[in-house]
């Protein structure tokens, strides 16, 4: 059974900074891309970061330049961090764990930030 353990959601300030956590249990973590998506208000889900089995980085749009994504695969973690954010940033932010072959995902946090 697959299990996601995110943290780290809530109100944030206007112009601060967001760390999320999401833990994974039940994959063979080290061989699966992980990583974040966003949903706003609105508007379809993003891609917000991933990092890939092999430690490549794909970052949205939105968020480029001011976000870092990590993983540890001993701990079966990965963490988003952002930037000077907005009230753009305002989303359900989802973890994501995919192979190829089946694609998995957290139940959400929400992150609002407040101006």
């Known amino acids: 059974q697959v299990q996601f353990v995110e943290s780290g959601g809530g109100l944030v300030q206007s112009g601060g900074s967001l760390n999320l956590s999401c833990v994974v249990s039940?994959?063979?973590?080290?061989?699966?891309?992980v990583g974040w998506y966003r949903r706003s208000p609105g508007k379809q889900r993003e891609l917000v970061a991933v990092?890939?089995?092999?430690?490549?980085?794909h970052y949205g749009d939105s968020v480029k330049g001011r976000c870092t994504v990590s993983r540890d695969n001993l701990e079966h973690e990965v963490k988003l961090q952002i930037h000077s954010l907005t009230s753009d940033d305002t989303a359900v932010y989802y973890c994501d764990a995919e192979s190829g072959y089946t694609d998995y995902w957290g139940q959400g946090t929400q992150v609002t930030v407040s101006s």
């Open positions: 039940g994959i063979d973590f080290s061989n699966y891309a």
């Open positions: 990092i890939t089995s092999v430690r490549s980085f």
